[in-house]
């Protein structure tokens, strides 16, 4: 007896193998060249997506220590540090959530804060400021964090969101095969 199942979509392929003898049974896993950039994509995405809600989440849930964070850094006035305590991981969560749900602009205004966050990061290591990043919460950076591992993790993740501008502009407008070569 020999059963063969299949599930082809445009992205994965799966096949299944059965025979008589369940030490036979095997699975396939096929990837076509063509969507690994895709599937780099849509985990690049989630991944910086999940990052930033959590990070937002994190921060909302104990604003008071994350304006004394902020504070530190002697760059914002004290009269605006409430609403930018709150205002700050808000954003970071609405555009985390944007940017899972392909919302049009959370790409931008992630970029946007990664762009912010290394300025700061890089004028706190000028300064040899002995401070917390401020990345997440209170908790996690006690034991986690310095501002130098904050500021390169800052710039994986701004190389990640351009990798996901990059995909959107060359590879859905068909410029691009799968391997980064230009299309005749």
Do not use: W
């Amino acid at each position: 007896m020999d059963i063969r199942f299949c599930i082809d979509t445009n992205y994965l392929k799966y096949r299944f193998y059965l025979s008589d003898n369940l030490s036979d049974m095997a699975m396939r896993f096929e990837l076509g060249k063509e969507k690994v950039p895709y599937i780099i994509f849509i985990v690049t995405r989630a991944v910086l997506g999940i990052i930033f809600i959590y990070a937002g989440f994190a921060k909302l849930l104990d604003p008071k220590a994350f304006a004394k964070i902020i504070a530190q850094y002697d760059i914002i006035p004290e009269v605006l540090l409430p609403p930018v305590a709150v205002g700050l991981p808000a954003v970071e969560l609405l555009a985390g959530i944007g940017l899972i749900l392909n919302i049009r602009g959370s790409l931008s205004v992630i970029f946007s804060l990664l762009v912010v966050f290394v300025s700061v990061l890089g004028y706190g290591l000028l300064n040899h400021l002995n401070v917390d990043c401020g990345c997440f919460s209170e908790e996690e950076l006690r034991g986690f964090s310095t501002l130098r591992i904050a500021f390169y993790r800052d710039l994986v993740m701004i190389a990640a969101a351009s990798y996901i501008y990059a995909y959107r502009r060359l590879f859905q407008q068909g410029k691009l095969n799968g391997f980064g070569l230009f299309r005749k």
